[in-house]
C-alpha cells in the first residue's frame, strides 16, 4: 500500500518545493526559507529512496538459487537410485519447471 502513496507524495514535495524555492527567491530571497525548504525536498528524496532500495529487494540471492538446484539434483539422484527411469525423472523436473515459470 505504501509504494502507492509514497512515491506521490514525495512528487507532489518536489513540486512544491521547487515552486515554493522559486516564489520564496523572488518574494525577498529569505535564505532561511529556502533552506527549509531544500531541507524538506532532501528529506522526500531520502524516503523515495529508501523506499525504492527496499523494495528492489524481493528477489532471491543466487546461493540460494544454487542450494535448491543441488538439492533438486540430490532428489533425481535418490529417484534414478531407486530405480526410476533417469530420462523420465529429467522430463518430469524439466516440465515441472516450466509450468512454475508460468
Known sequence: MAKRWIPKVCAAIFVAG???I???SVNGNNAGVILTIGLI??????AFLTMSALDLQHG???AFGEVAAEQLEAQV???VATGAP????RALVRDAMRAGRR
Do not use: F, K, P, S
Open 86 to 89: 533417469e530420462e523420465q525423472v
Open 60 to 62: 532471491r540471492i543466487d
Open 77 to 79: 539422484m535418490t529417484l
Open 22 to 24: 522559486i516564489i520564496a
Open 41 to 46: 525536498i532532501v528529506l522526500a528524496a531520502v
Open 18 to 20: 521547487i515552486a515554493g
